[in-house]
């Protein structure tokens, strides 16, 4: 078969074959229409993968937030109770009105440890680095992730290093050990038979620690902290993927 290609003019120009036609068609560029699509089924993957990866973004996002905030409430609200009991304390308290229940958030305990001076101004430093300074830069670091998306592997590389400088899974050990072995270290301090006469438990000197519902918000923190730094390393894949 053959075709006639006509002019503006509707005049005849030249007679082409059948397969001539066939082989210009095949060899035509793609149109706009097909390079912007990409085909039906690559760009319909594109867009689950943009949506789930937007989705993650923004739960991210928002957890990011829920720990910073969590952070700061862990390090600012009362999480425990020191209580000094025995046969002496009841004596002071009674005589002069001395009160040794005495409630400690994070903050307060850092302000208390360097409250002497001196050589205890290196132990509050050392404190505060590792259980409240440590921790609140950290979280906020996940949330710069999100302000400044560009700069993720620096971001990560600084929350690394700054990972360094949290133990808060150490202070909950710590915790735990000395709400176990205060009472029976500090109750050997004094022993007198006279004191069973003023405090029922015989105990003349007895310091312990309690820990408050409040405590358990640093353990849930630390978790999160911990789960949330780490997955910088999936969001950065899934952002290399789709580019």
């Not at 029976?184 to 301090?189: M, N, R």
């Not at 310091?207 to 999936?234: C, D, E, P, Q, R």
Request: glycine content about 6%; hydrophobic content about 45%.
């Amino acid at each position: 078969a053959q075709y006639t290609i006509l002019n503006d003019d509707n005049t005849a120009d030249v007679a082409v074959e059948e397969s001539q036609v066939s082989s210009l068609t095949n060899d035509a560029p793609p149109s706009h229409l097909s390079i912007e699509m990409g085909g039906a089924d690559q760009g319909e993957g594109d867009v689950v993968s943009s949506v789930f990866i937007r989705w993650c973004s923004c739960i991210h996002g928002l957890l990011s937030f829920c720990v910073v905030v969590s952070t700061l409430f862990a390090c600012l609200q009362l999480t425990f109770e020191r209580k000094v009991e025995g046969a002496i304390p009841t004596l002071l308290h009674e005589v002069l009105g001395m009160e040794w229940t005495k409630f400690y958030s994070l903050h307060t305990l850092s302000e208390t440890t360097g409250a002497a001076g001196g050589w205890d101004y290196m132990l509050q430093a050392t404190f505060c680095l590792f259980i409240v300074f440590g921790p609140i830069v950290r979280s906020i670091l996940c949330v710069m992730v999100h302000i400044l998306p560009g700069r993720l592997s620096t971001i990560q590389t600084i929350c690394d290093l700054i990972g360094a400088f949290c133990a808060w899974e150490v202070l909950i050990i710590a915790v735990i050990m000395i709400g176990m072995l205060m009472p029976s270290i500090t109750g050997t301090i004094l022993s007198d038979d006279r004191c069973s006469e003023i405090d029922e438990t015989g105990n003349c000197f007895q310091v312990s620690y309690k820990v408050l519902s409040a405590f358990y918000t640093i353990v849930a923190a630390g978790i999160a902290l911990i789960l949330l730094s780490n997955s910088f390393s999936f969001t950065k894949q899934r952002k290399d993927s789709v580019r």
